[in-house]
């Protein structure tokens, strides 16, 4: 059975269609980042997984039933962006109050070192950083051992310590079978740390595979080059380019094919291009590209 199943999900808020026709399905056990650019539709998508909101058409399934179900039989846990500690608890009484609420939860020891908040349980939660406050919000997402855990900018506020620290605590938690979901905007986390990256715009699904197989197929390719101040007029008409960066006189091409990109260049342009440069495009590169597109 599928841990998530969309099938042709759509929701709409008055004249904007925020999702459109969604059909994916995530298995059990992955670990799968969310992406798209601000008003893609994934924030959305979240809250019809946890039964926040209701599909306008198509179905929601969680393990094979409602998500308000699964949720209700603790099947779920979430770490949204939203939600306050109660400031007068300490991180102790705060985690242990919360698994509590769940049939079969984590032990409050385990919880604290997974969070990587044992030295940090004796604190009241209105005296916590942010960073400290995300740590805290992870360890009540996990508390009740839920089978699906939904991440929405889980590492926002935190220091690079404290992100490494997450990511090994997450690990540990996803390699004992759980499916993970999580959407970021940190698009390094996603090629590191997610076995499979879904990619959103405009309320549709634009590119869904593993992080090598997403950037192999959006222009796998960059060419960079310093350009000056000459014109740049007829770089995105060479042979494999798909999109065009320029900053501060370099210039990056992001190309399918950088063997026909670069032998154009020289050939084509009377461009006098330096520095030049050919690498594989990272997953920053792919994102923009396919979302451009869309």
Known sequence: MKAIVFDQVSKRYGDVLAVDALSLDIDPGATVALLGPNGAGKSTAVNLLLGLLRPDSGTVTVHGRDPGRAVAAGELGAMLQSG???????????VDLVRRLYPDPLGLA?????????????RRAGRLSGGEAQRVRFALAVA????????????VAMDVESRARFWAGLHDYAA?????????????????HADRVIVLAGGRLVADGTPDRIKAGAGGHT?????????????????GVTAVDIAAEIVTLHTGDPDAT????YRDTALDVRDVRVGGAGLAAAFLALTRES
Do not use: K, W
């Open 84 to 94: 306050a500690l109660i400031p007068e608890l300490s991180v102790r009484e705060l």
């Open 110 to 122: 385990e919880v604290l070192d997974l969070a990587g908040l044992t030295a940090l349980a004796g």
């Open 144 to 155: 009740g051992a839920p089978r699906i855990l939904l991440l929405d900018e889980p590492t």
């Open 176 to 192: 004992r079978g759980r499916t993970v979901l999580f959407a970021t905007h940190y698009l390094e986390e996603a090629d590191e």
């Open 223 to 239: 060419v960079r080059f310093t350009l000056g101040a000459q014109p740049a007029a007829g770089l995105d008409l060479l042979p």
């Open 262 to 265: 670069l032998a154009a260049l």
